[in-house]
């Protein structure tokens, strides 16, 4: 039987919506299968707002229409049927799942009395224990004890048992005051307001004024808006007005008014804005018009038939949800959770065992939070890139690392600005910064003079930005540099291997990939840097991959890979695998290692059984080492696109201090879990510097 827990409110604008994607994304990290269930939707046709935001959830692997119990219309007509068919159908998913959120109504359509009373019966009828979600805005700690002691008595009047209590939207100011008047035992956090999340995207004001976008980048309709202004005086004016984030609503025949806004937009000085709406159906003249498209504004533009009330009216009254089409929103409200509620506690009361499974979820999760128990420093030296502009917005929101950005301060942050990010926190650096490039060009120069480097060259070299932010590694500015996604792997890592050069008794610079499969992590090496390693080499990448299993909570065990198995092959390649092996063997007589061996034995254990009988590794192996770059890379791949893996890097091993090569193609995501892997080996070696 799956563990749940129901996620219910007394009353509307709670947010528990917060709640559940920060209970669901907990329970992620510890167990495979994650189920949402939505007892009660508003419609049955996929327009549940909080039900997608949960069926986006990468740990969840339900349909819509299994996750939905019944409408509020089925209730309307026979509430007790519509109960009787909601239980039916949460059973159906509980069988599927090893844990369930389960996500009660949203006082939309019937009297809170009756609806938070139908919540009691469903939450008693599925045996599922209760977290009450109540809102803390406009009201005082005692106020919100009392709204939470009501709520837990009728509950309990109804047969439902509350085992957690949250407190959100509240004060921020009173955070703590509210913490500690919630019931002992059961408190499991208050969390403060944050405009950002009751913030609407910028569509849902398109499509609240059935506007039309007459240009800018569409992509940036995403943004959230802070604030909804109606700019109908003149330009001198208008432009005190201005805030950060807002749309500002002015007549389409006032093409003063947007020449001012769009200039303002776009100059220093003067706030990001989110959009421009022109109402009352004005049409700009056509010089205007050829003007504006002259511009190529990115700021979205948007026509409106309608008048200027209607439309602020419109706009203002337009609620801003927390969904995945916000991934800003998103990390903050898992930000909110992980820093506000007791996650000890709450993870005890869900009391689910942990399992062996590893998912690529959990791992991914894993990631983030030991990268975040000892903050480390990385630069990302591609600020011109919007991937990596979104990747430092959720590493910063979520408090994963420090980050220091290379490229101009200025349009950086004007774009962060423009596509409604946070980087606030980030630090900017220009890889011309006189001070810096000084600094760094002399000491380059003495770590290359041998090789025929002059101090002219030195200053040149060190403006590039991968050299740039390797010697910002290499100097103690930084303790890891992430780069490639608009770089090659040699423009990378060559860098490194100048400059920061390999730890003691390595002989040479490999990768690895973190195969994430369906229920564990396997360390494939080396798939991205040697092609064809010596019998020495391939023993140095052997022990490194090993060693980096370790740092990623792996217990190496170290199949080196061939095209025969133990005894049974001959010729110069198996040869070569067998001596690496012995290498191995008698510089690191505590790893678990054996080879040669085929991958099929090396994790098949039914395979293992009839090839390798008595080998310590095959049928189990955690490591797999490969014995050329062909091998490896198209086995990876294999691997990747067959069986669905998620590889993770390449991670680069063997340097006295971590860089890390990104792919051209890398989504958001993959620059996220890359920072945190640099960050988890910047840890690892200063606890081995701490420990020599």
Same mark, same amino acid.
């Given at each position: ?36 269930? $939505? ?11 909080? =039900? ?73 009828? =599925? ?58 035992? #059961? ?233 409604? =990010? ?5 630090? #900017? ?9 000084? $600094? ?100 140095? #990448? ?14 190496? $065990? ?135």
């Amino acid at each position: 039987m799956a563990q749940s827990i129901y996620i219910a409110s007394a009353e509307g604008d709670s947010g528990k919506s917060t709640v559940a994607l920060g209970v669901m994304a907990l329970l992620a990290r510890t167990v495979g299968r994650v189920g949402v269930f $939505r007892p009660v939707a508003r419609v049955a046709d996929g327009s549940d707002y909080v =039900l997608n935001l949960l069926l986006g959830h990468e740990s969840v692997d339900l349909t819509y229409e299994e996750a939905v119990g019944v409408t509020y219309e089925d209730v309307f007509r026979d509430p007790d049927r519509a109960l009787t068919t909601i239980v039916q159908r949460y059973h159906d998913v509980e069988r599927q799942c090893d844990a369930v959120v389960i996500v009660g109504t949203d006082y939309t359509d019937i009297s809170g009395a009756a609806e938070f009373e139908f919540n009691a019966r469903i939450a008693a009828n =599925l045996g599922a224990p209760v977290a009450l979600v109540v809102h803390g805005r406009d009201r005082t700690p005692r106020e919100i004890s009392r709204v939470i002691e009501q709520a837990c008595a009728e509950l309990e009047e109804h047969h439902a048992r509350v085992a957690a209590v949250f407190a959100n939207r509240c004060d921020a100011a009173q955070v703590d005051q509210i913490r500690e008047a919630m019931p002992s035992g #059961i408190g499991m956090g208050a969390l403060p307001e944050d405009p950002v999340l009751v913030a609407p995207l910028l569509s849902a004001l398109v499509e609240a004024v059935d506007g039309t976008v007459l240009a800018g980048d569409e992509a940036l309709l995403s943004r959230e808006v802070r604030d909804v202004l109606v700019g109908a005086m003149n330009p001198e004016h208008l432009l005190e007005h201005l805030v950060e984030g807002a749309v500002v609503i002015t007549p389409g025949d006032r093409t003063d008014a947007l020449l001012t806004l769009l200039s303002a937009h776009a100059a220093e000085g003067f706030p990001s804005l989110a959009g421009i709406i022109l109402n009352g159906g004005f049409a700009a003249p056509e010089p205007v018009r050829r003007l504006v498209e002259g511009l190529s504004p990115t700021l979205p533009i948007i026509h409106t038939e309608l008048g200027t009330y209607q439309t602020a009216r419109r706009s203002w009254s337009t609620r801003g949800r927390l969904s995945r089409e916000s991934q800003l929103k998103v990390d903050l409200a898992l930000s909110m959770f992980e820093r506000h509620v007791d996650t000890e506690a709450l993870t005890a009361l869900l009391d689910v065992a942990k399992t062996d499974v590893v998912t690529p979820l959990m791992f991914e999760y894993g990631l983030l939070d030991r990268a975040r128990q000892d903050k480390k420093r990385i630069v990302l030296p591609e600020g011109n890139d919007d991937r990596i502009l979104r990747a430092a917005s959720s590493l910063l929101t979520r408090q994963v690392v420090d980050l220091t950005i290379l490229g101009d301060e200025q349009a950086i942050r004007a774009r962060a600005a423009e596509l409604g =990010l946070e980087i606030d926190a980030a630090q #900017i650096i220009s890889p011309s910064d006189p001070e810096h490039v000084e $600094r760094f060009a002399q000491h380059y120069y003495e770590l290359r003079k041998h090789k025929g480097a002059t101090l002219d060259a030195a200053h040149d070299r060190v403006q590039d930005v991968s050299f740039f932010g390797t010697m910002m590694v290499q100097e103690g500015l930084a303790d890891g540099m992430v780069s490639g996604a608009a770089h090659t792997t040699a423009h990378t890592i060559i860098p490194s291997f100048q400059i920061i050069k390999t730890t003691p008794g390595v002989g040479i610079v490999s990768s690895v990939f973190l195969m994430c499969l369906s229920d564990r992590v396997l360390v494939y090496g080396d798939c991205a840097v040697n092609p064809d390693p010596t019998a020495e080499q391939l023993a140095d #990448i052997a022990i490194s991959s090993a060693e980096t299993a370790r740092q990623f909570d792996i217990e190496p $065990r170290v199949a080196m890979l061939s095209y025969s198995t133990g005894e049974s092959g001959s010729g110069d390649d198996v040869d070569k695998v067998r001596e690496a092996t012995r290498i191995v063997r008698e510089r690191r007589p505590d790893l678990v290692v054996d080879g040669p061996m085929q991958y099929d034995a090396a994790v098949e254990p039914s395979v293992a059984a009839k090839k390798a009988p008595d080998s310590p590794v095959a049928g189990r192996a955690t490591v797999l080492v490969f014995p050329d770059l062909n091998t490896g890379n198209n086995t990876y791949k294999a691997v990747q696109r067959s069986a669905g893996a998620v590889a993770v890097g390449p991670v680069l091993q063997g340097l006295r201090k971590p860089v890390n090569d990104l792919s051209r193609g890398a989504l958001v995501q993959d620059i996220v879990n890359t920072v945190a892997i640099t960050a988890i080996q910047a840890q690892s070696i200063d606890s081995d510097k701490e420990n020599a």
